[in-house]
RNA sequence: GGAGAGGUGGCCGAGUGGUCGAAGGCGCUCGCCUGCUAAGCGAGUGACUGGUGUUGAGCUGGUCCGAGGGUUCGAAUCCCUCCCUCUCCGCCA
């Protein structure tokens, strides 16, 4: 969410930007209805203020006055008591017949609810506006960052750098697939029994290749890159999905637990960008770097046929995950670091792979700058992404309200980044692909060798 | 799932239907004092938001006491629903 105040006075920066990312909305009517819930909001203010003067004592003392003859009744409270249907109050206290306390009290209701009446109206029209101008701010990409090069499709990211060398084979690859059915890694045939095509049953050694990448992996952040370990819930509500920008705009995309209005969730940056949601963190506790292990759940709809050969693509798949608040001065350094803490797992799995500063078309919603890492897959002849790195900004802080309190005793919102650390069947593609040897064996990468027992070798076994 | 207790500011914690954004404390900021530190003394210290403006100075309003409804002229305070936390019981991986 971006700041409404940017908005209203830089709308063309605004319209520049959805123009850039290819989404948007209608900019005009959301700085009319903004207007006009401002507007309302003055008019509302103004009857609540004068209500909130109103009490019995004030109301009696007034009368008092006038009873008095030290003032007329035009002359208190705004002149609010000389309405029509106080009269007959008045000429009972002066008769004697009610007493100035009750009658102040009779007083007071006549006011309230004419106000009640005006008010309810106004607070109505000024509700069902928020709502509408909230919907739209909602559904406003984040800005790029100027060092992001425009453009509309893939087609246009840039190759930042390439690292590693891609080995020359002495015989033809093949595809993971073929590889994991001939070692028994994976279980292609069995996997959709249990919940239909796109979830992957990895077994044996397969299972084990699995576990030793997220072990491998957390330790790795957390014992060199200075990353606290989470372990969080999969299932988050509704409010964090719209802190991280999953909602309003990609409901669909994810599976939902209709009983408990639950969310299975996209990526672990759901649940732990939002463990901060709703605080004021000091300023001294930054920056904040988490990593975690979580399943993730993608519907995929739509993608059929499309990148679904193997394990590239699925409902359900493994991810470390790296998420950092750091102070908003700060967050492009930890971009590039971020990158570089992402890369250092290929280069310790030497695996080749390159860097993508993707463009504004291809950038999510959410974010101002992200790269993409994707490794060689040799047996596919294609790279495959396992990890994008990006910076939002305060874009989801806003909408979280994850913020911080600086040294000059101000609140301000934190930046927040999150990149992937790595996913995880795709590094499994890429590393059967890479690492696979004529005779049908596969060597297991040298850093993973201590996760699995020290086991070099997985070979056939019939 | 059943019974009970509770959810108040950065944190802890008072609060009788009207002047309560809310006592007090902690923390924090500034100042004093102390040859360092601690303690002590004094002052200040919520967030969000409308208007105005020297456009995040100042001034002036509004909202917020778990969330949402309701009663009332008026709700932190009364009622209802929901969520969450704690204690006990039941069930269970």
């Known amino acids: 969410m971006l700041d409404l105040k940017l908005v209203r006075s830089d709308p063309d920066r605004v319209r520049d930007a959805m123009k850039k990312k290819g989404q948007g909305i209608d900019l005009h009517k959301l700085l009319e209805l903004d207007r006009a819930a401002r507007e309302t909001r003055t008019s509302v203010e103004a009857l609540r203020h004068q209500r909130k003067q109103w009490n019995p004592k004030k109301i009696q003392g007034y009368l008092a006055e006038v009873l008095a003859g030290r003032s007329s009744l035009a002359d208190v409270a705004n002149g609010v008591l000389d309405l029509p249907e106080n009269q007959p109050i008045l000429a009972q206290i002066e008769s004697g017949v009610l007493e100035l306390g009750q009658g102040a009290g009779q007083i007071l209701g006549v006011l309230g609810r004419r106000r009640k009446a005006e008010l309810a109206q106004l607070e109505k029209e000024l509700a069902e506006l928020d709502l509408k101008v909230r919907d739209m ?10 060092s992001v090069p425009v453009g509309q499709s893939a087609k246009e990211n840039r190759v930042v750098r390439e690292c590693g060398v891609k080995q020359e084979f002495r015989f033809q690859p093949r595809p993971h697939w073929e ?3 001939s070692l028994a890694m994976i279980d292609f045939d069995r996997a959709p029994k249990l919940a239909g095509s796109g979830f992957i049953l990895f077994t044996g050694p397969g299972a084990r290749l699995e576990r030793a990448l997220v072990n491998f992996m957390l330790d790795l952040h957390t014992e060199n890159h200075g990353f606290r370990e989470i372990s969080g819930p999969v299932l988050v509500n509704r409010d964090c999905m719209l802190g991280t920008g999953q909602l309003p705009k990609f409901e669909s995309d994810m599976y939902r637990i209709e009983s408990d209005d639950l969310f299975l969730i996209p990526t672990a940056e ?10 004021i963190l000091d300023e001294a506790e930054l920056p904040i770097y988490l990593t975690a292990f979580s399943n993730c759940f993608r519907r995929e709809a739509g993608s059929y046929g499309k990148q679904t050969r193997g394990i590239q693509r699925v409902h359900q798949f493994d991810k470390v995950e790296l998420v950092k608040f750091v102070h908003p001065d700060t967050s492009y350094d930890e971009l590039e670091k971020l990158l570089e803490t992402a890369g250092k797992v290929l280069d310790l799995l030497e695996l080749p792979y390159r860097v993508l500063l993707l463009c504004t078309g291809d950038m999510t919603f959410a974010s101002a700058k992200t790269y993409d890492l994707e490794v060689w897959a040799p047996g596919m002849d294609s790279w495959l992404e396992v990890s994008s790195c990006s910076n939002f900004e305060d874009f989801q802080a806003r909408r979280a309200r994850i913020r911080f309190r600086g040294q000059d005793r101000k609140v301000k919102f934190v930046h927040t980044l999150n990149g992937s650390g790595l996913a995880l069947p795709r590094i499994v593609a890429a590393i059967l692909e890479t690492y696979q040897k004529e005779d049908g064996s596969l060597a297991v990468p040298r850093v993973l060798r201590p996760y699995m027992g020290g086991l070099e070798k997985i070979s056939p076994t019939g």
Request: proline share 13%; net charge negative.
């Open 137 to 146: 701010e909602l559904h406003i990409p984040n800005f790029p960052h100027p």
């Open 270 to 279: 759901a649940s732990v960008t939002n463990i901060f949601r709703d605080e």
């Open 179 to 181: 590889i994991a059915r």
